[in-house]
């Protein structure tokens, strides 16, 4: 498929997207949304694929915010509407996703961009990196379901004064806080991550997606996250890689996962 917003490279099992609007400081469009929806389903459907990294075009900007001008002539519903899709075909579909998806934040990651990491399994920021929530100076809030994922990543007193000041903050801060993993220069942005991502590779295929799983329960209202361990530690016992894993241990060998 052929993108206009995103750039799409696959090395050995990594599918690398960088969103690349670069004069726009790679602000989500609408357009943008969609191929990330259609980029992402491909790479979870495609077997040959074990994760994602996602990035931004350049050296300023992950992801600087959604792009303004399309909210100008919105209503309430289309408000509305515009949020719930975006979570549930973008942010919600990378956070469930079956495969790990690491974000590597190149710059300004604000408003949608750093919805868009929080949404990633895993965070990874170069150490220029700035990240903020700053809607309510455009008289809103965030809506690709920031208010509940910074709340989670580091607290309800700290995600108060982050989203209603609108303040940025820079990379080592947001490390302290647990926002991000890890911080390297931007030289060693990519590298982090692509060594983070092949250690996670090395593993189990299936596990690796029971464990997205359950940690994702344990978040979600209605959900019993204690069950969905239990569950989801049973149904590994009915997989090839649980065989491969216990065998390879007792024998003291390297496993050989194939996802089955």
Known sequence: MNYENLLIETKERICYITINRESKLNALN???LEELYNALS??????????????????????????????????VEQGMELARHGQKYVFNLIENGPKPVVAAINGFALGGGLELAMACHIRVASDNARVGQPEVTLGLIPGYGGT????????????????LTADMINAAEALQLGLVNHVVTPEQLLPKAEEILNKILAKAPLAVAAGIKAINASLTDGINGYETEISEFGKCFGTDDLKEGVDAFLNKRKPLFKGR
Not at 42 to 67: E, H, M, P, W
Request: proline share 0%.
């Open 30 to 32: 609408e357009s943008t």
């Open 42 to 75: 491909d790479c979870f459907y495609d077997r040959s694929i074990g994760g994602v990294i996602i990035t931004g075009a350049g050296q300023k900007a992950f992801v600087a915010g959604a792009d303004i001008s399309e909210f100008a002539e919105l209503n």
């Open 148 to 163: 509940q994922r910074l709340t989670q990543l580091i607290g309800k007193g700290k995600a108060m004064e982050l989203i």
